[in-house]
C-alpha cells in the first residue's frame, strides 16, 4: 500500500459530462502530481502542485483543471468530456526534492 | 520536453532468466528511479538512485546509475511469473527545472 488514496477507482459517464477525481497523498507529503495513462501507453504528467500552489503544467487540456486544499488533498477537474479521454487518471505524492513519487492505484475513467 | 529513451520496449523470457533493460539520455540526470506496475494498478517503486556509480539492490532486482549520469539500468535475477508488467524508468534532471520525466516502458512476459 503506497499510503495514497483515489477515489472513485471507476467512472463511467457520457460525453460532453465533466466529473471529479480526487485523491489523498500519503501523511506528510506536500506534494501531489496528476498523470493520465491511456490505453497501452505511458504515463503523461498533466499537473503538479505543493502545498496548495501550482509548481508545474504538463500536458493538460485546458478543460481539465485541479486544485489542492489546505488539508492537501487535491481534485482533478475534467469537464466536456470526449470519449478519447477515457484512461487511467494516477495521483502521486512526494515529500518533495529528489523525493520519490509514490503513486495510487488510479481511477479508470470510461467516457462513452 | 525531454525524452528518456527505455529499451527494450518488451521482452518474452524463459522462467529463471536474467533480465535487463536500460534507459538512456542525452541531459545529465541527478535522480532515477524505477517502478513496476501490474495491470489495473500504480506503478509501485522499486528502487531509487541518487548518484553517479550507485548500485542498489531490492531483492532479486539490482539498478545502478551510470557512471556519466545519463543512463541507468535494471537488473532482475532468476525471474518468475510474477515478475510480469511494466517496468518504467523515471529521471530528474536540472535543466528542466528538476521535473521528474518516465520512460515509455518495458512490457515483461514471462513463459512459465
Known amino acids: 500500500d503506497s499510503g495514497v488514496t483515489q477515489t472513485p477507482k471507476h467512472l463511467i459517464t457520457a460525453t460532453g459530462q465533466r466529473v471529479t477525481l480526487r485523491c489523498s497523498p500519503r501523511?506528510?507529503?506536500?506534494?501531489v502530481y496528476w498523470y493520465q495513462q491511456s490505453l497501452d501507453q505511458g504515463l503523461q504528467f498533466l499537473i503538479q502542485?505543493?502545498?496548495?500552489?501550482?509548481?508545474a503544467k504538463g500536458n493538460i487540456l485546458e478543460r481539465f483543471s485541479a486544485q489542492q486544499f489546505p488539508d492537501l488533498h487535491s481534485e482533478l477537474n475534467l469537464s466536456s468530456l470526449e470519449l478519447g479521454d477515457s484512461a487511467l487518471y494516477f495521483c502521486?505524492?512526494?515529500?518533495?526534492?529528489?523525493?520519490?513519487?509514490?503513486f495510487g492505484n488510479g481511477t479508470r475513467l470510461t467516457v462513452t | 520536453g525531454q525524452q528518456l529513451n527505455q529499451s527494450p520496449q518488451s521482452m518474452f523470457i524463459q522462467e529463471g532468466e536474467d533480465v535487463s533493460m536500460n534507459c538512456t539520455s542525452s541531459?545529465?540526470?541527478?535522480?532515477w528511479l524505477w517502478y513496476k506496475q501490474d495491470p489495473g494498478e500504480g506503478p509501485v517503486l522499486l528502487i531509487a538512485l541518487y548518484k553517479a556509480g550507485e548500485l542498489t539492490s531490492n531483492g532479486r532486482l539490482t539498478a545502478q546509475f551510470g557512471i556519466t549520469r545519463k543512463d541507468s539500468f535494471l537488473n532482475i535475477s532468476a525471474s518468475i511469473p510474477s515478475d510480469v508488467g511494466i517496468y518504467f524508468c523515471?529521471?530528474?534532471?536540472?535543466?528542466?527545472?528538476?521535473?521528474?520525466?518516465f520512460g515509455a516502458g518495458t512490457i515483461l512476459r514471462v513463459k512459465s
Open positions: 502542485y505543493y502545498n496548495g500552489e501550482e509548481r
Open positions: 541531459s545529465i540526470f541527478n535522480t
Open positions: 523515471a529521471g530528474r534532471y536540472m535543466e528542466y527545472g528538476n521535473k521528474l520525466v
Open positions: 502521486a505524492s512526494s515529500g518533495g526534492g529528489n523525493s520519490p513519487l509514490h
Open positions: 501523511s506528510g507529503d506536500l506534494s
